[in-house]
């Protein structure tokens, strides 16, 4: 089974509008880490939010926030205020403590498209 | 920059060709990872080092796939007689410490590899 699910390849979203990006994730770990990366046409990826499995509080990180439902196993991407510079593919990626390389583990992403 | 370098940024070899990719982590750090990344997909973990020590190479697809990094800092992945399913994208990332959840992977621009 796949441990990062990203089940929208695509996305499009009017500029200044919020877009939800989906991630559902599978781990038995009690305790683990959501990541979302933005990796731009240049190929870079941009770290952008973090989310631990123990937070009681959705991670914000100015105009990103996580919608975290831990029973669900899902952590969401909300881009609030869209802008052009927001087309890029978004990966959903996780750690877990059982892990002793705390390498991450990505999903296949999503391409996200704002329009002017 | 401070960020992590990779270099060369594009390499197109002949099928059988060696191949060898350099990745500068940022200094200081302490961990590098290496990942591939196919097209249309999500990295994929292939090796993990803490300072000089190779921790984790799971993730190498065959014995062709070799990774040093002698002195802790720099890191060479080395592919021997590439084959056309090795062409992906070389994704470099390098993090502070030695472990934990939070801890933020930043990554390289990549090597893109291409074999004919």
């Known amino acids: 089974a796949q441990k990062i699910t990203q089940t929208q390849p695509g996305m499009f979203v009017q500029e200044k509008e919020a877009v939800t990006l989906d991630c559902t994730y599978d781990?038995?770990?009690?305790?683990?880490?959501l990541f979302w990366y933005k990796q731009p046409s240049s190929g870079e990826m941009i770290f952008l939010i973090y989310?631990?499995?123990?937070?009681?509080q959705n991670a914000t990180e100015g105009r990103y926030s996580l919608n975290f439902q831990k029973a669900r196993k899902s952590a969401n991407l909300v881009i609030s205020a869209s802008q052009l510079g927001d087309s890029a593919m978004y990966f959903c990626?996780?750690?877990?403590?059982?892990?002793?390389?705390?390498?991450?583990?990505f999903g296949s992403g999503t391409r996200l498209l704002v329009r002017p | 920059g401070a960020g992590v370098s990779q270099s060369p940024r594009y390499k197109v070899a002949k099928r059988g060709q060696d191949v060898a990719l350099r990745c500068d982590p940022i200094?200081?750090?302490?961990?590098l990872f290496w990942y591939q990344q196919a097209l249309g997909q999500g990295p994929e973990f292939l090796t993990y080092?803490?300072?000089?020590?190779?921790?984790?190479k799971s993730g190498l697809p065959s014995d062709r796939f070799f990774a040093e990094r002698p002195e802790g800092s720099v890191s060479t992945l080395k592919i021997q007689r590439t084959q056309q399913e090795d062409s992906a994208v070389y994704l470099c990332?390098?993090?502070?410490?030695?472990?934990?959840?939070?801890?933020?992977?930043?990554f390289g621009p990549g090597t893109r590899l291409l074999v004919l």
């Open positions: 080092f803490q300072n000089e020590a190779q921790l984790d």
């Open positions: 200094s200081g750090h302490v961990s």
């Open positions: 781990t038995s770990d009690q305790s683990y880490g």
């Open positions: 989310q631990g499995s123990y937070d009681e």
């Open positions: 990626a996780m750690r877990e403590r059982m892990d002793s390389s705390y390498k991450l583990i």
């Open positions: 990332a390098s993090s502070v410490l030695a472990g934990g959840l939070v801890e933020t992977q930043y």
